[in-house]
């Protein structure tokens, strides 16, 4: 994946809100996890990035609620995923009901690019 303007902004946004948590002392867990559809290229190429920068990838399978279910109880860091449109919108429900938060969404071609981070303010 290449560096965006829009990607670099996401980021940068991202970092007053965790410098906050860090003040506050972080509830939830430092795991970074990256969550992909295998059957997009573009999601493939998200997991081999992820892989060689030794990153928790795990393929989007199965039932998707109980699949996010489990991925939120995990309390992670932040979680970052390639994947449809439908897929990122179920899993940011279940992220909702779990605490987090959309902080970035991306559309590339017939992926979406997506992070979710616990809320600050709960």
Excluded: C
């Amino acid at each position: 994946m290449k560096l965006t303007r829009r990607s670099f902004v996401a980021a940068a946004a991202a970092l007053p809100a965790a410098a906050s948590a860090a003040e506050k002392g972080w509830k939830d867990g430092h795991e970074t996890v990256l969550l992909f559809d295998p059957a997009l290229a573009e999601g493939r190429a998200f997991a081999d990035a992820g892989s060689a920068w030794n990153r928790a990838v795990i393929a989007i399978e199965g039932d998707r609620i109980r699949f996010g279910r489990e991925l939120f109880a995990r309390r992670p860091a932040i979680v970052q995923g390639v994947s449809r449109s439908a897929d990122a919108l179920l899993l940011e429900e279940v992220a909702r009901e779990a605490g987090y938060e959309r902080v970035s969404l991306e559309r590339e071609g017939k992926a979406m690019k997506w992070v979710l981070m616990p809320q600050l303010r709960r």
